[in-house]
């Protein structure tokens, strides 16, 4: 049994340097082969809404669609720190149902940390949560849940205005006591300065190499979602067009008989053939 990363493990891979490597898992055979490959962190976003779930954004996921989820991805762990998201409307209807929300992705799920989009709006509930215990890290910069308040998926923190606030909500993050940030779609100097200024580290995505870490959705860097595909990401293999190419093959084999041969199929002795046909005793 391998030892599990834990959040003090994304602290001291800062202080050490060590970049950190974290990537999305909504299922058991993905979360089994990522942590095999070897990744720090495994987090069941709410991607899950589009990804996996076909849903448009992430404001339909609820809380039990992530529980399925995250236990699923936790069974197949061993030694990834695994991050359940809180989903939308789970942290904004007061401080107690922040945490027991928390709390029921901790203790029902089997993660060990909870990330939560937000700034100095979800302030209280950030220092509610850790109050109780449990992991959180933040998210800034683009927040897919607010997706309907920016108006589409785009950049944030382009202007001073913003790269000011942006700075701000990570440093009061930080006071809150995350263990770490999310830093999403926010041009790569200012992620790079707002990583120089924290203590905790932050993990990328779509902000550069100057950030402590990176986290991709594996669909798409495995080229399995091809709904649409976000600048950002780089698209490490094309499993959607192979799973294809299989499927076309399967179908074509079927049809001709050339699929399933002996191998694979179950052999019976000849007796129980000759006695079967003879039966008259159905
Ligand atoms: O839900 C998700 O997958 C995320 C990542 C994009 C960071 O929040």
Redesign the pocket.
């Known amino acids: 049994m391998q030892k599990r990363i834990t959040v003090s493990d994304f602290s001291k891979s800062k202080r050490e340097n060590r970049k950190i490597s974290m990537l999305?898992a909504y299922d058991y055979p993905t979360a089994k082969i990522l942590d095999q490959a070897g990744v720090d962190s495994i987090?069941v976003?709410?991607?899950?809404g589009m990804v996996v779930l076909g849903y448009e954004d992430?404001t339909r996921v609820t809380m039990e669609d992530m529980l399925h989820h995250i236990k699923a991805v936790v069974r197949g762990t061993e030694r990834a720190l695994v991050v359940g998201?809180m989903p939308f409307l789970s942290y904004h209807l007061g401080k107690y149902e922040s945490v027991r929300n928390a709390g029921r992705l901790l203790n029902e799920g089997g993660c060990k940390a909870v990330?939560l989009e937000g700034g100095e709006e979800v302030l209280e509930d950030v220092k509610a949560i850790i109050s109780a215990g449990i992991p959180v890290m933040g998210?800034l910069g683009y927040t897919?849940q607010s997706v309907n308040r920016f108006g589409g998926h785009k950049a944030q923190g382009k202007d001073l205005e913003t790269a000011k606030r942006l700075l701000r909500d990570a440093l009061l993050l930080q006071k809150a006591g995350v263990f770490g940030i999310?830093l999403?779609c926010v041009p790569y100097r200012v992620a790079e300065y707002i990583s120089h200024r924290l203590d905790v580290p932050t993990i990328g995505?779509g902000s550069g190499a100057g950030c402590d870490g990176q986290?991709l959705?594996t669909s798409d860097m495995l080229g399995l979602f091809k709904d649409f595909m976000p600048r950002h990401v780089k698209k490490y293999m094309d499993m959607g067009s192979s799973m294809e190419e299989a499927v076309k093959l399967y179908i074509s084999e079927v049809q001709e008989g050339i699929f399933p041969t002996e191998k694979n199929s179950f052999k019976v002795e000849d007796e129980v053939l000759i006695q079967l046909k003879a039966a008259s005793d159905l």
């Open positions: 999305t987090l976003g709410d991607s899950l992430t998201d990330k998210h897919p999310v999403e995505i986290v959705v």
